[in-house]
């Protein structure tokens, strides 16, 4: 069925047409709660929050952008609104890094590296975190989330030019802070 | 091309939206400079970190939680929106209150209008009664329709004192 017949199903009260929604959505809002928390219960929990306020919301949706577009402006709202609660309490635990059971050499050795990607993609993350909001969320929203830029710019309420420029700035902040740690020409400094 | 202009450029064509001619002149700008060239690597190499694992799944059975609170909130919604209804339409209960009260306090009332007020509020000439008094033949017809003119007159003030 057709995202926009699922839409008017759902406005209409029907729980399925709902359901189809969230099936479809909710990984990619999880997935942006979990790149701003950094915490798969709060994200979990954020996410339900954000199809509770959507769900509240749907008879106000006129279908003037896409109900994804929609979505995650209501994602980016109550993330925000949520971290700004939290006084952008760091929520990074141990825990994030998965533990893995070594068995024998080759397993110890896969496990290795995967810790090792988790550890990059770790202090990746905890970079992003270091940057100014606004920054922080275009980076999110494009580089993390792979949103268009047309959608962004939807998103935010921002013209495409200021999206371009200020995906710019930030792209070159993080690899100012990243660049000791990032591959260079001769392999130095590998992450 | 500057090393400012190729970074942009490196950047757009990171993303794919950079035209196959200025592909063209930034790979030539590359190839004649190492630091843009370093620059362009180490931003494949964030970018991939960044994109690499972007969605992740939630914690199992996300819609089974996720029902219950929905139909937790339907019950509660309409609640909510009687209550924030009722506190819309206080400020508006008031103003038509005073826009009632206004208008019975400025409009006159029938026992203060004058005989002659009120024969010009139902549209009939106040003139009219005088003049047939006015027109009458004889002195003493006029001044009894004078007298009695006067008695029928609802407003004390305007009545002949003894």
Known sequence: MEERQLVRLAQEGSPAAFEELVAKYQAKVFSMALSFTRNREAADDLAQEVFLKAYLAL????????FGTWLYRISINHIKDYLRKKGRAKEVSLEDVPEVSFSDKEQAERAEQERETEARRHLVREFVQGLPEKYRVILTLR???????????????????????????????????LAPHLIGERGAHEL | MNCNKAEKWVLRSLDGRLDGRSEGLLRE??????????????????????????EAAPLPRFWERLEPRLREEMEIAPLVFWERSCLRAIPVFLVLVGI????????????????SEAL?????????????????????????????????????DRRPMP
């Open chain 2, 100 to 115: 009632a009260a206004g208008a019975l306090f400025f409009t006159p009332q029938a026992a203060e209008l004058s005989q």
């Open chain 1, 59 to 66: 008879p106000r949706f006129h279908g003037k952008s896409e």
């Open chain 2, 29 to 54: 700008h590359l190839e004649a400079c190492p630091s843009c060239r370093k620059a362009e690597t180490e931003y494949r190499s964030m970018l991939a970190l960044l994109r690499d694992g972007g």
């Open chain 1, 143 to 177: 580089d993390i989330q792979g949103l268009a830029y047309e959608q962004i710019s939807q998103v935010l309420h921002l013209s495409p030019g200021t999206v371009d420029s200020r995906l710019h700035r930030a792209r070159r902040m993080l690899r100012k802070k």
């Open chain 2, 120 to 156: 010009l509020l139902e549209n009939v000439d106040p003139f009219s009664e005088t003049g047939q008094i006015f027109s009458a033949d004889k002195a003493d017809t006029r001044n009894m329709m004078l007298i009695f003119a006067s008695l029928e007159e609802k407003t004390p």
